[in-house]
């Protein structure tokens, strides 16, 4: 067992992780804040460092490791894939891709896929379909304060918020900002250059926030109303991880695109966009493309991810597995006044704080669980969706520990 470090709280790296970390700071350009933990190996909800030390991970990949840490079926699916044929461009047909996008679109509105590598990117198609729909003429995007839709210029232009904006102006154009929930705003923004509509149902970076009561519905009906195209970016709250199949499904409302990434293959770099058939016929060739899109090692692991999922009735475990982190973080709210609110949509849960959660973070990390905070004050866990029981028990045990020892301190 790794000791602690006075000053972090977080657990001293020990020879092999100082080694690693060396490595970085002579050869990574340092834009991450990283802990200083180097992991090497992980299964399920549990993942190891350097030094042997286990960790209850209720944050696996950012997200991105759906099924938990190296899923059997996803591992062995991608080792045949890899063994068979690793990548071809798209300028052939492979079976897995359209395996793939069938799965995807019998899953949601029966639309059509195009495949990228990251959630940036699926943005970026939704962006230039919206565009490409009136040739240009009508090129406009209201999105929404609090929400986050990546790191290229596109999508960070979509991204309200000035501090992804920093140093890196001028933003493209036309993109203008509403207040989440706010629809006289949205009423009030749409001209007559407006094309679409960008809204995350369940903020993710914004503080896990699903949208308020009747607030995607009106944006269904502002969009229906001026010929706009409503776009769902689920790119964190996709893929099953809110016990249905897509965040929009528990909403009633059905959007025109959505955008997915981080978990659609289970910790494979993957994306995708889906749109209703009759749009993608605007996505012509030579318009767009990603060289390693639906990459046939991609599409394995994708696919694979979906029939484990059904296999193993993955989408009622999460709902009842919510209901266990529900029961213990609200018995935690009622106990612990540091503890503001609770919000659980399936494996997508945030716990906010009156004070600080950086500092629950690393008392976390202390007890070695794996937790993010955002928003300053909101513990975020995206649980795997095949999390047990006795590890939602063990995590919240250890998570409560750590903000009334953190409120203590306050
Ligand atoms: C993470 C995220 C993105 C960006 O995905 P990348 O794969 O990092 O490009 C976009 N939208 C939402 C809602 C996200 O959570």
Known sequence: MATIDATTHAPAAGTLTRAVIDTFDRYVVPNYRRFPVCLVRGTGSRVWDAEGTEYLDLFPGWGCNLLGHCPEPVVRAVQEQVARLIHVPNTWYTEPQGEWARLLSERSFGGKA?????????????IKLVRLRTDG???????????????????VSATAQPKYHEGLGPMLAGFSFAPHGDLDAVEKLVDDQTGGILVEPILGEGGVVPAPEGFLQGLRRIADEHDLLLVFDEVQCGCGRTGTWFGYQHFGVTPDIITLAKSLCAGISGGAMLTRADLAVHLRPGMHAATFGGNPVAAAAGIAAIR???????????????????????????????????????????????????????????????????????????????????????????????????????
């Open 137 to 155: 003429r009508r090129h406009k995007l209201i999105t929404f304060r609090g929400g986050f839709h990546g790191r290229t210029m596109g999508s």
């Open 308 to 410: 484990m999922i059904e296999e193993e009735g993955l989408l009622d475990h999460v709902t009842a597995a919510a209901e266990i982190f529900r029961a213990r973080l609200e018995e935690l709210r009622h106990h612990c006044p540091a503890v503001v609110a609770v919000r659980v949509i399936g494996m997508m849960i945030g716990v906010e704080l009156a004070i600080d959660g950086a500092a629950v973070v690393e008392g976390c990390l202390e007890k070695r669980l794996l937790v993010n905070c955002t928003q300053g004050r909101v513990i975020r866990l995206l649980p795997a969706m095949t999390i047990t029981p006795a590890e939602i028990h063990d995590g919240c045990d250890r998570l409560g520990e750590a903000i009334v020892e953190a409120a203590a301190r306050t």
């Open 114 to 126: 195009f495949f990228c590598n990251s959630g940036t990117e699926a943005n970026e198609a939704a």
